[in-house]
């Protein structure tokens, strides 16, 4: 029953994404190589405290989940800026400071997606800012 909520969940994101007018946003992409594309009304807006502890959370699982994947071997530090755009759910866009690695860097921008509705997240992008 988790598994159906959760395939539900993740498709009616896809559909809100397919959705969009299609119009780019007039910002620099947030990762190499794609373009932003925002729904009508879902501009990407300031977080008013990226020291929320809420958000520092889902830094912290960004990078986490980002080392998984690739097997870095980054260390989170802080959010210190983020952005919200409400969809079927919330996407996160969070800009992460982090040590160690095999990258190099030490700035990041990570795209999360979240449904508290459904209790899940989806890591969309992690790359070097």
Do not use: C
Not at 9 to 15: D, G, K, R, S, T
Not at 19 to 32: K, L, N
Not at 52 to 73: C, F, M, Y
Not at 82 to 103: F, M, N, P, W
């Amino acid at each position: 029953m988790a598994a159906a909520r959760g395939f539900v969940a993740l498709a009616l994101h896809a559909v809100a994404v397919a959705a969009v007018s299609f119009s780019v946003a007039g910002e620099a992409a947030p990762w190499p190589g794609r373009r932003l594309l925002q729904a009508p009304g879902g501009a990407w807006t300031p977080v008013p405290d990226a020291g929320d502890p809420h958000i520092q959370e889902l830094g912290n699982w960004a990078v986490s989940k980002h080392d998984r994947v690739t097997g870095d071997h980054l260390l989170f530090q802080q959010v210190s800026r983020a952005e919200s755009q409400d969809v079927i759910g919330v996407d996160y866009r969070l800009h992460i400071k982090a040590a160690g690695g095999d990258t190099g860097g030490t700035s990041f921008v990570a795209v999360v997606w979240e449904s508290a509705d459904f209790g899940m997240r989806k890591l969309i992008s992690f790359d070097a800012e």
